[in-house]
């Protein structure tokens, strides 16, 4: 059986920790492209050097050319410009989408069963652009935002109530901007609730909602406070695990339910849009959208966010 192969399209801060994180846990051989010459092929030479020392049996390949992803099973995306300090996501879309048509061309050309994540930002917008100009069949084609907004969620949690990361679920839905949507209600440590654990520690319902209400704020700049205190560019480390997880559900086929963005066709009474739910994630990609019941406050917050969507996606038209 030969081995999987992943393409990272995009070389800079986050592709060069995801070919990195591919290495480590032998998700399968790696190529990293890059319009930049030299770029590519310096970080995997690095990382290959690294291998007697981790222990991986890997191939990684730096590349300037779209042939050498031929035949790859999963392909992430970061090609474009990151943020920087006073920019929103949406700032980047005029540069960005002209970036994704011509990695989208490229992919569809030379890996058309791929499997495609995409991370460049607007994200929502990005991946709805990549389908397009692929004309990739819908579970084939996927943003990642949630994974990464609900690992944000779950750190504060753990941190405000001094637990272990590994016990805490908490998701996020929505677009991936200012307005996603952080579900409180179905937050937990190991299935207790996080508001009861809240209102037990400050011992006032008021005080817990207070705490509660800053949490979601930072998580909704979550990804702002990592650009106003690096200068220079945006996150990568967290945003490189998160794409990994999804990869790694595909490529073994976990049945994973991570929050995705999705193509929806009706669910959640959205039509036609990408947009951050949990789904399972497993060998044919977004292999189902699971439908959680949403009360009205939530339900309001995610109509508001799904808007802010849509108007991004219409003025791409
Ligand atoms: N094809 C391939 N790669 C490209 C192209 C292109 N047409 N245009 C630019 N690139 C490359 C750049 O050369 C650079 O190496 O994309 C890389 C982007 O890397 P960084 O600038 O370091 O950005 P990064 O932090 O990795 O973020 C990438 O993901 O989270 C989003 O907002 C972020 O849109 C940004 C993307």
Known sequence: MSRKKIALIGGGQIGGVLAQLCALRELGDVVLFD????????????????????????????????????GSNVII?????????????????????????????????????????????????????????????KNRVMGMAGVLDSARFAAFIAWELGVSVKDVTAMVMGGHGDDMVPLIRYANVFGIPVMALLEKKYGSATKAKEVMDAMVKRTAGAGGEVVGLLKTGSAFYSPA?????????????????????????????????????????????????????????????????????????????
């Open 35 to 70: 319009v930049v010459e030299g770029l590519p092929q310096g970080k995997t030479l690095d990382i290959s050097e690294a291998a007697p020392v981790d222990n991986f049996d890997v191939c990684l390949k730096g590349a300037n050319s779209y042939e050498e992803i031929a």
């Open 241 to 317: 695990s998160s794409a990994i997880c999804m990869a790694e559900a595909i490529l073994r086929d976990q049945k994973r339910v991570l929050p995705v963005c999705a193509l929806l066709e009706g669910e959640y009474g959205v039509d036609g849009y990408y947009v951050g739910v949990p789904c399972i994630l497993g060998a044919n990609g977004v292999e189902k959208i699971v439908e959680i019941d949403l009360d009205e406050t939530e339900q309001a917050l995610f109509n508001s966010s799904v808007s802010h969507v849509k108007e991004l996606v219409d003025s791409l038209k």
């Open 77 to 137: 995306i970061t090609a474009g410009l990151p943020r920087k300090p006073g920019m929103s996501r949406d700032d980047l879309i005029a540069t960005n989408s002209k970036i994704m048509t011509s990695v989208a061309e490229g992919i569809k050309k030379h890996a058309p069963d791929a499997f495609i994540i995409c991370i460049s930002n607007p994200l929502d917008a990005m991946v709805t652009l990549c389908q397009k100009v692929t004309g990739f069949p």
